[in-house]
């Protein structure tokens, strides 16, 4: 149960700069037309009405590039890397804080991910509760993440000239702790509530069926001949793997110096959209298809991951979908796959747009340079340092 507070919108920055003294502060900045999450050194930096990122706030959790140990080829030194920061990620959206507590789970299974587990120990998640949808791609609504008060270590709702506070955690104690917070008082309810009760409003229903039902939707489908269509269409460019905040796959690569005798460990973020990626020794491609990548994606996102760790592997934030450049959306083919075993088949809007689409370079270039831009926003290189930009 959440202890509330209220903050007062005019002490954000004064907020902001207590912060600074003893974290790295990251926020939603715009850069290039679009919106990031890099560091901030006033809160006028930020927008916190942002609609949604590029690339999610996981580069500071698991970085797009990381060197995990470095050794001496003869064996006689092995040092594992780990470089934290403490980190507060200021107004991370709900979608992306259920995709951390995916992550944790994750990284937490079998062999504990030491790597990550220090990089998240360092790291406070103030959110902030979004008002309306961010895209027409969006589904968190149906995927239960929009409004997730209690999730993080603190949660800020817009009410006016004040935020309401949650503060869900002692990290978020922490934060609040020498800032100019004030008491909730019985007269901020029925405000708070109001403000929650018009938000819903502003969020429908976009699949066609209950989210509960989309496992054995997913398992029913297995043998849809929707999976062709859709690998038909994939141009295999791996950007909705790239923007997904619950996608965690990576490559490991060994390299060793010139001399040969020292050498390290880097992982890189994955795609399972890549045609190599389930090539194994011997040359034999477990998923060689594009439809065989495809099913395998949205299999794990609604399927495989919820058997696995009890949460469902997409949280529906639409970056997918957004940034595919062939329209290629799980709403639409999720909903194409309901309707084709309610015996309704109908074309999913994905192909209708996909054949009508004429890409342009503008468009081509303008959604590959945002994820480009936002990764290169910081973070995303070595151990959530943050790099020149
Ligand atoms: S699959 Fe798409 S909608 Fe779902 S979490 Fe990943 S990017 Fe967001
Ligand atoms: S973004 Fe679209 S085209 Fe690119 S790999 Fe993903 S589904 Fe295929």
């Not at 990620?89 to 944790?104: E, K, P, S």
């Not at 010139?258 to 034999?284: M, N, P």
Request: hydrophobic share 35%; with cysteine; glycine share 6%.
């Amino acid at each position: 149960m959440s202890d509330l507070k209220t903050i007062p919108k005019s002490a954000l920055n004064e907020w902001v700069q207590r912060l600074r003294r003893r974290f790295r502060v990251v926020g939603p900045k715009p850069k290039n037309g679009q919106f990031v999450f890099a560091e901030i050194e006033t809160a006028v930096e930020m927008a916190l009405d942002y609609p949604t990122t590029c690339v999610p706030p996981k580069k500071y959790l698991f970085p797009q590039q990381e060197t995990l140990l470095r050794y001496h080829l003869d064996g006689s030194h092995i040092q594992a890397v780990i470089e934290t920061e403490p980190t507060v990620i200021f107004g991370i959206h709900t979608c992306d804080v259920q995709a951390t507590r995916l992550f944790d789970q994750i990284f937490s299974q079998g062999f504990a991910d030491q790597h990550y587990r220090a990089r998240r120990e360092d790291i406070y998640l103030i959110s902030i509760e979004c008002m309306s949808p961010c895209t027409e791609h969006a589904y968190c609504h149906d995927m239960g993440t929009s409004h997730l008060p209690e999730a993080a270590d603190l949660h800020l709702t817009d009410v006016g000239h004040m935020y309401v506070v949650h503060v869900n955690t002692p990290k978020g104690e922490s934060l609040l702790a020498d800032t100019l917070a004030e008491p909730f008082t019985a007269d901020w309810q029925p405000i708070y509530d109001r403000v929650i009760a018009k938000k819903m409003e502003a969020f429908e229903k976009r699949l066609d069926f209950d989210v509960t039902e989309l496992k054995e939707l997913l398992h029913d489908g297995y043998r849809s001949p929707l999976w062709q269509n859709v690998g038909d269409d994939c141009l295999v460019c791996g950007m909705c793997t790239q923007v997904c905040p619950t996608c965690v796959c990576f490559n490991m690569v060994d390299e060793a110096d010139l001399t040969q005798t020292e050498g390290q460990r880097t992982r890189t973020w994955d795609s399972c959209q890549a045609t190599t990626f389930a090539l194994v020794a011997g040359g034999h491609n477990f998923r060689e298809a594009r439809m065989s990548r495809q099913r395998h994606r949205f299999m794990r996102k609604g399927k495989y991951m919820h058997d696995a760790y009890g949460l469902l592997g997409c949280v529906g934030c639409g970056r997918c979908g957004s940034t595919c450049l062939v329209n290629i959306t799980p709403i639409n083919v999720l909903n194409a796959l309901y309707h084709e075993q309610q015996g309704e088949p109908k074309v999913p809007e994905t192909q209708e747009m996909v054949h009508e689409m004429e890409l342009s370079y503008e468009d081509v270039t303008a959604r590959s340079a945002g994820v480009a831009v936002d990764l290169h926003a910081g973070a995303s290189q070595n151990n959530g340092r943050t790099l020149p930009h």
